[in-house]
C-alpha cells in the first residue's frame, strides 16, 4: 500500500499562497489522489482530486480558481498550490490515494484507504 506524507502547511494572510506537497511512496499509476482537508467541528471535504493515468481532475466549488492539483512525476508527490486564500480556508490538509484503474475518482473520503499525517493550514483575516 502506498505511503504518504504531506508538507508545506502554515500560517498565512488571506489573500496570500502556499503549496502543499504529497509525497508517496510506492507506485501511484492509475491512482487517485486527492487533497481533503477539515476544519474544527466539520466533516472532511474533498477539495482537489486526480487520477495520475487519466486526465481528469476534480475541485470543490469553494476552491475552483484558486487552488490547483499537479502531479510531478519525477519526485513522485502530488502538490496543492493555493492562491487567494480565505480564512475559511483553515484547516487541516490530508493527502489521500486510491488505486483505481478506470478513472474515476471518487469525491468522498470513505473510499479512499491511504491517508498522510496532514498539514495544518491557518488563514487570519
Known sequence: QVRLVE?????VQAGGSLRLSCAASGSIYSTCL???????GKGREGVAI????ISSTYYADSV????TITRDR???????RMNSLKPDDTAMYY????????????QG?????A???????????
Open 74 to 80: 519525477v519526485k513522485n508527490t502530488v502538490d496543492l
Open 7 to 11: 508538507s508545506g502547511g502554515g500560517s
Open 34 to 40: 486527492g487533497w481533503f482537508r477539515q476544519a474544527p
Open 109 to 113: 473520503e470513505a473510499a479512499y484507504n
Open 64 to 67: 475552483k480558481g484558486r487552488f
Open 50 to 53: 486526480m487520477h495520475t493515468s
Open 95 to 106: 493527502c489521500a490515494a486510491l488505486f483505481r484503474y478506470d478513472g474515476s475518482c471518487p
Open 115 to 125: 491517508w498522510g499525517q496532514g498539514t495544518q493550514v491557518t488563514v487570519s483575516s
